[in-house]
């Protein structure tokens, strides 16, 4: 699958809380948090579904893959997002490992799978 995605309890600000805990232990930080229901509406489009995109950066670990290949840059920060499904919460990220297949560079698969897993605790984490 090319994404990782969980379910939770937590409401929307509950889960992204939780969130920003976890990575800040893995050494990531939220760059930028965009709530594209307050942006389309905004716009005057009717979308009433909570949904965030949260962008996520480990300064190390981009400076490290993108010193491997710049193309790299294209799927950089990375995006976890959480999100309203029909009433629950659930919390979901492409996968570094899925995304690094497009840019067909062995060299830094392992780099993907590390930072794969690190994120994949840090939501696990939050749940």
Known sequence: MF???VETTK???EAITSLEESLKEEKF???WQFDIKDKLQEKGLDFGQSYRVLEVCNPHEAQRVLSQNQMVGYFLPCKIVVYDDTGH???GMPRPTALI????DQSIKDLAKDIEE?????I???V
């Open 124 to 126: 696990d984490k939050a």
């Open 11 to 13: 409401t929307i600000e």
């Open 89 to 91: 919460t659930k919390i």
């Open 3 to 5: 994404h990782y995605t």
């Open 29 to 31: 930080g939220v760059l």
């Open 101 to 104: 297949e497009m840019v067909k």
């Open 118 to 122: 690190r994120l994949i605790r840090c």
